[in-house]
Structures are given as C-alpha cells and as structure tokens.
C-alpha cells in the first residue's frame, strides 16, 4: 500500500489527527505534515490539490483517502476503486508519483481522448479518432503488464471496441461504416434519422424483446417479472399500448394461468 511508504518514507506520526475536515486551513500538525508529504508526490506540485475529497482524520489507517487527494473534486464519498470513474483513476495515476513505472505520456494522452468524447455535445467521433483512442488504450494497459488482471481487462476492452456500431437502414444502399468516393465515413451516419424514424427503430426493438420473452414464457424457462413490468410500461404510455394490444393480451393470459 502506498500509504505506508508515504508514512514511512516521511517519517509522519503515528499519533491521531484532530481536524475539522471541512477547514484544512486550521489543520493539526499531524494533519500539516501529512498536506506536505501528499503535496511532495504530488507531480505538479502548485496545482490544486482537492482536500474536501479527503476525510484527513482516516490519511494514518486509509490508504483510499490519500489516493483521493490526487483526484478531481466530488469524490468524497467513494471508498475503493470499484466506485470510480475513468477520471479519478486516470488522475490519480497521472498526479501521484507512486506510480512512478507508468508513463504519465501515456496516461494524459487517453485522458486527453475521454475528454474529448465527454465534452462533445453529439458524442460524435470519426473512424480514425477511435483508432488513435484505442491504441492509446493499448499503450496504457502495456504500462501494467505486471498486473495479472490486466491481461483480461485488455481484452475485455479489444472486444467493446471492435463491436460493429453500424446502423443499416432498410431501403437505404449503404450504413454509417460504408466507403462512399473513396472516402471513409464517420462512426456516425451522414444521413440524420428523422424522429419518426428512430421510434419506429425503438418499436421494433421493443416488439422483438416482448416476443423473445413471450417464447421463453412458453417453454417455462423466463421469470415472468420482466413481461410484468413491460406490461405496466406499455399499459402506461397509450400509443405503445395499443401498439402492442397482442403482447399485452398474451401477458395477461400467461399471468392468467399462474
């Protein structure tokens, strides 16, 4: 744990910290003297240094509330890793310098990318964009080799991103992945789906998981919970219950003959 190198390294007490965590700025000596230490590793040193994600009085026996320090602000309330997003992570690794065997290159580099795709109001990205995105994410994962864990991860994240993400539309020659002039599309359709025609998408995408669960029900293989709750969904939205006036009419039959 990189709590107790800091504390050993720093030669920090031992003795419990009495703090008012919400005014730092009247912190105990125990409590100044673990601010130095965090500030000490930190890789950029003047930068802001989010102390209300911290409750300083658990720095001696938390190792988690030390890492918090490094990350950006509202993660107060977390206590593992499990409980982080990508940002907090990908900040702790790239401010504290305990990390020293990873490449913080690397690591601003897919920051940079998750950024970009979290800041774009249509979370549109082209085709070459998600290449670069993921061989920055292959370079980060190669930075914990020595984590056994990380082999699957690795994969894990080869399979999301190979998923194919085209839409073919019925009457239309070509989908978003397509080649047209010699020119590679984006990730994106060119050609904007109309309302009416994303609900119509919707529809049968809902029409086809009503008959999935319908058929399962038959063979008494499904829990009849989901068809429940879809039923109470179609039944309070007018235009979808009268849409799917049969599906409803099968579902009260099967709840029927409970």
Not at 126 to 133: A, L, N, Q, S, Y
Not at 209 to 230: N, V
């Amino acid at each position: 744990m990189y709590d107790t190198r800091l504390r050993d390294k720093a030669g920090l007490s031992y003795s419990p910290i009495t703090v008012d965590i919400y005014n730092l700025s009247s912190a105990c000596r125990t409590c100044s003297e673990w601010q130095t230490v965090i500030r000490r590793h930190h890789r950029q040193p003047e930068a802001t240094v989010n102390w209300d994600n911290c409750y300083p009085t658990n720095w001696r026996t938390d190792h988690w509330e030390l890492a918090k320090a490094y990350m950006p602000r509202g993660q107060g309330k977390l206590k593992g890793a499990d409980q982080c997003d990508a940002s907090a992570l990908l900040n702790l690794i790239n401010y504290c310098d305990c990390f020293r065997s990873v490449d913080p290159k690397v690591v601003r580099e897919v920051i940079r990318y998750r950024n970009e795709l979290m800041h774009s109001c249509e979370l549109r990205v082209k085709d070459e964009w998600m290449t670069h995105f993921q061989n920055a994410l292959t370079r980060l994962m190669r930075q914990f080799s020595n984590v056994q864990q990380m082999a699957e991860v690795g994969k894990q994240i080869e399979e999301m991103l190979s998923v194919d993400l085209s839409i073919c539309v019925s009457g239309l020659d070509f989908s978003d992945s397509a080649v047209m002039d010699g020119l590679e599309c984006d990730s994106v359709s060119q050609l904007e789906p109309s309302p009416d025609l994303i609900s119509q998408w919707e529809a049968e995408l809902l029409q086809e998981r009503l008959q999935e669960l319908l058929h399962a029900a038959d063979h008494d293989t499904q829990d009849t919970e989901q068809l429940k709750s879809l039923s109470s969904f179609l039944q309070a939205n007018r235009d979808l219950g009268e849409r799917f006036s049969a599906e409803l009419q099968a579902i009260d039959s099967l709840q029927a003959k409970e």
